[in-house]
């Protein structure tokens, strides 16, 4: 029974890219020193020219065609150099079943030290890569020079929140949602079996489909799904397939946390930024203000009429720039 089981849970395996049968590479890809391949893309000056350098750890279904909106003028004028690159298991990005906070924060340093990018760059971290951003914080913040998160996820059960604000928030989410979240912290590797299922609550996180307040949330993907955007982007992340892209994700994310933010966080030297909007349907803005609350060395910045797009507001990714790398 127990083998069957096995057999009925286990993911399938991940076609790897430049395998027998996988998907070919188009990026350009380091290799790591635990010998995987990390994929990424460049944009803005030449690296030997910038002034500054950012690190951009893309969001859930993303890849390392997340680069920032910022307007050339902007780019060219600050002299600014940006790599994004493919998180581990999505796009063409090996995966890494061990996956955890610190291989992230691993992934991230060994990925600035082979484009010799020096001893101190900046990150920035996108709704479900702001989990990146926390961990660079917390194991290499000796390598930072500034951080920025935008609308990043928060995992309900940091020990941070009280008890009654993650509840009353958890329990807005769609009941598919909840019970995914459950899973991925109680029984992950249950994870693939459960989604798959189709008599099961269906997460929207996972179809893409959640509910959005926002206006401008609901057309921005509105025009993303309608133009293919939204299908082509997704297709690229889980080009290995969903487990280890996505599922992994949510195992990260939501599992057990081995620090706290709120907590377990030194006051770094450089500045850390972190925007949330109030209309964001999918991260609960009363928990990302009780965050700011808490750690009082983040620069918060509450975007009145912001969803959880927020690179969707036009001009918003030149004033993270100037806010970022010009504010002392």
Known sequence: MATFLGKVVQPQKSKLCD?????????????????????????????????????????????????????PEIIEEMGIYMVCYDRAGHGESDPNPRRWLGSEASDVEELADALELGKKFYVVGTSMGGYVAWA??????????????????????????????????????????????????????????????????????????????????????????????????????????????????????????????????????????LWQGCEDGIVPASLQKHISQRVGWIKYHEVPDGGHFLNAIPGFDDHLLKTLLLQP
């Open 136 to 273: 660079c914080l917390k194991y290499i913040p000796d390598r930072l020079a500034g951080a920025a998160l935008l609308a990043p996820v928060i995992n309900y059960r940091w020990p941070g929140f009280p008890k009654d604000l993650s509840k009353e928030a958890y329990y807005q989410q769609a009941v598919g949602d909840q019970w995914l979240l459950r899973v991925a912290y109680y029984a992950p590797w249950l994870l693939n079996w459960w989604v798959n299922q189709s008599w099961l609550p269906s997460p929207t996180v996972i179809q893409g489909n959640t509910f959005l307040p926002n206006h401008l949330d609901s057309q921005f993907r509105d025009r993303a799904i309608s133009s293919g955007i939204f299908h082509q982007r997704r297709n690229i992340s889980t080009l290995q397939g969903e487990h280890e892209s996505l599922h992994r994700d949510l195992m990260v994310m939501f599992g057990k946390w081995e620090f706290d933010p709120m907590d377990h966080l030194l006051p770094p030297s450089f500045p850390v930024h």
């Open 19 to 71: 395998s027998l049968g996988g998907p070919p590479v188009t990026a350009q890809r380091i290799r790591l020193k635990d010998g995987r391949w990390l994929a990424y893309s460049e944009t803005g000056v030449p690296r030997d020219k910038a002034k500054f350098k950012i690190i951009l750890a893309h969001g859930f279904t993303g890849s390392r065609l997340d680069l920032l909106r910022a307007s």
